[in-house]
């Protein structure tokens, strides 16, 4: 398994921006496919965004499209999560995950293996 490290959540404004970081170590960062997912209280854990272990595949939720950017950087083994126009329905814990496939992350959360702690995002009205 990779471990994961998720950073840089906290409490912003409607309309601001966060970022979020993730940092891997454990094994090679270039041979996983990289996600986020967030739970909110009282709510199943939910698919964010997605990106292929080359970086080329992009996939997001219909709710964040256009809002959100995920990349990663494979020399820092480290996966961003750029969340811009935040609203407060994005209010939740994000978790950093990896997986062998994309296909994994964006369909079938139940097999992945690697997640992080999460980081608390809080957009207030």
């Known amino acids: 398994q990779v471990q994961l490290v998720e950073s840089g959540g906290g409490l912003v404004q409607a309309g601001g921006s966060l970022r979020l970081s993730c940092a891997a170590s454990g094994r090679t960062f270039s041979n996983y496919a990289m996600g986020w997912f967030r739970q909110a209280p009282g709510k199943e854990r939910e698919f964010v965004a997605a990106?292929?272990?080359?970086?080329?595949?992009?996939y997001y939720a219909d709710s964040v499209k256009g809002r959100f950017t995920i990349s990663r950087d494979n020399a820092r083994d480290t996966v961003v999560l750029q969340m811009n126009s935040l609203k407060p329905e994005d209010t939740a814990v994000y978790y950093c995950a990896a997986a062998t496939s994309w296909r994994t992350i964006v369909g079938d959360q139940d097999k992945i293996a690697s997640w992080g702690q999460g980081t608390q995002v809080t957009v207030s009205s």
């Open positions: 990106i292929s272990w080359i970086g080329g595949g992009t």
